[in-house]
């Protein structure tokens, strides 16, 4: 990648003053940051592409569907996918923090990625039944723990290559460009239904390998980050250090803090399959209801990411809470409108309408958090920070899981209630979070 070419589209993407700054990071790593900026954006972009592709709640479903596999592994995409990947960090902290260099943990599990999306898409082109659908599951679970290697690696590698004010942005930008290809997928998918056409298990093979493809680019674009040797203190002892590591949950008070908050925050993501059931119950299961929610998602994505990602670098934590905030709004106006004025839901807008708003908060929820996550802890301690928080996440990820079983006892709507008292009480937590932007 050319230099002036890098530094020009960092000086477009990131002010002036803001360019100037070089927070939390040393004088060598402060001369590569515009290179590492832009290659840290498109790799970021890459991956963000690949999990549109391999979308456990769309993209899956549909090709086991497809393939004859049972219909309760369905159940499991979704847990496996995000859990796998959260819960087994702690542990693989502990391997990382040997590493003097951590972009090549962030490198192979690119890669890992790539061989099990590749897996998967042969999969589609050449087994059927329950072999398809065991052998899908196996590899998301590779995938899955993969993808837990490449996200401790990354926060800690942006915490030494990018300064503070900036880290946001590249969570932003990143974030943006993924909304942007949503869109793109969302109108294949509506074309797909209006023209009618038919698509077999050939073609979501030949895309899943396509999928693969883009992880290795990824791979490759990573691999060109500038990142110069760090502490490798607290990996020599295993395990052992890694479950040490639990400890901050005791003894640091603003971190054991944040992973309430964090956990109450998960509200916004658990919330959003809600709302595609009521409008698939109140629109029909046409595709063309399918593709008006994912490009409501990717345009949420695409226009406030980049605000986020600003506000998040002035102060993550007034982020978390306002994004938290219109989540609950939203969540109520809902149920007061399922309540009191149930023939609004028939209408074709409303629906796409609260989800893109919701999509919008999440997006702030998603940057605040990871932009707060990265500039609370330096050095040797931010790779301690995330594990511990995504391994905590992870569990109560599966433990919050089991809400949806509610809906035999109360309606979505009042489940959806439910998690907007839950983002009020994130709101009320963030509000004791001390500021670490400065």
Known sequence: MSKDWSESIYEKLINEEDARACKAIDESACQEVPGNFVRIILSQFLTNLGDAIINPKVTLPWILQSLGAPAFLLGWLVPIRESGSLVPQLAIASWIRRMPVRKWAWVTGSVLQALCVLGIGLVAMTLQGAAAGWTVIALLVVFSLSRGLSSVASKDVLGKTIPKKQRGQVSGWSSSAAGLVTMGLAAMLFLSWYLQADTGNAFYGWALVAGAAIWLMAAGMFSTVTEFAGETGGGRNGMIEAFKQLALLKTDKDFRDFVITRSLFLCTALSAPYYIVLAHDALGSDVWVLALFMFASGLAGLVSAPVWGRFSDQSSRRVMMMASTGAAIIGIALFLIARFIPELMAT??????????????????????????????????????????????????????????????????ALILFFSVMAIAGVLMAARLPEVTD
């Open 348 to 413: 074709f807008w409303l629906m796409p309408l609260l989800y893109f708003v919701l999509t919008i908060c999440h997006q702030g929820v998603r940057v605040g958090r990871k932009t707060y996550l990265v500039d609370m802890a330096e050095g040797d301690k931010r790779t301690s920070y995330v594990s511990v928080s995504n391994t905590v996440i992870g569990i109560v990820l599966l433990a919050l899981s089991g809400l949806g079983s509610l809906t035999a006892v109360m309606s979505m709507e």
